[in-house]
Structure formats: structure tokens, C-alpha cells
């Protein structure tokens, strides 16, 4: 099993930033994917972006590019969103999730585990 919680969520103008945290526990964080998905209201939860285990290799959604980073560090247990010039298209809950294997992976039915979700408000 593996346990994510979020955090780092909340209401910022059009333009500002926001770092997301999640922090694994219950496995080896180190040997597993991670992924960030997002889910506006009325929408479908959509994919942002993975890194895989090391950190070595990452992929975002080509809204998000050139704008959110995804981190992670190992010795932490944690993997990190950092979204700078943030649009109010990028509300949503955001979500991250992990794979149980190593490797990056886009497709939400691939992730074995979810967090609870943080809410992101981007206002105009």
C-alpha cells in the first residue's frame, strides 16, 4: 500500500505561483513513478505531468509546459508540482498519484495510487 497526501494548495492571482508537495508513505518511494492529474468541475480529471523514479525523466501535458516543473526528492519521500504563471484555466483539484513501477506514465487507468486531492483557485 501506498498512502499520498497533498498539500500547498490555494487561492493566488492570474500570473502567481504555487509549489505542490505530496508525501508518500507505506513503500519504497524511490522505486515508483509519480504523476500529477488535475479535475476542474464539470471536467474530466486530466493528466499534468510524471516523473519517474529517479527524477532522471519527466513529461508534462502541453498546456502546462514551459510553466509547471515536477520534482521530486527521494531522501523526502516527497514529489513536488511548482506552477508559475499560473492561468485561471489551471483551477482544478489537483491530484498526485504513483505507479508501482519505475517509469513515467501518462494515462490516469496506469496509477495504482491517488491522493486526496488539493484545491487550486487561479483568479483574473
Known amino acids: 500500500q ?7 494548495g490555494g487561492l493566488v492571482q492570474a500570473g502567481g505561483s504555487l509549489r505542490l508537495s ?3 508513505s507505506g513503500r519504497t518511494f524511490s522505486r ?5 492529474f488535475r479535475q476542474a468541475p464539470g471536467k474530466e480529471r486530466e493528466f ?7 527524477g532522471g525523466s519527466t513529461t ?3 498546456s502546462v509546459k514551459g510553466r509547471f516543473t515536477i520534482s521530486r526528492d527521494n531522501a523526502k519521500n516527497t514529489g ?12 482544478a483539484v489537483y491530484y498526485c498519484a504513483a505507479d ?3 517509469r513515467v ?18 483568479s483574473s
Open 2 to 8: 501506498v498512502q499520498l497526501v497533498e498539500s500547498g
Open 60 to 62: 508534462y501535458a502541453d
Open 100 to 102: 508501482l513501477s519505475p
Open 22 to 24: 505530496c508525501v508518500a
Open 105 to 122: 506514465v501518462v494515462r490516469r487507468q496506469d496509477y495504482d495510487y491517488w491522493g486526496q486531492g488539493t484545491q487550486v483557485t487561479v
Open 32 to 36: 515508483y513513478g509519480m504523476g500529477w
Open 80 to 91: 513536488y508540482l511548482q506552477m508559475n504563471s499560473l492561468k485561471p484555466e489551471d483551477t
Open 48 to 54: 499534468v505531468a510524471a516523473i519517474n523514479w529517479s
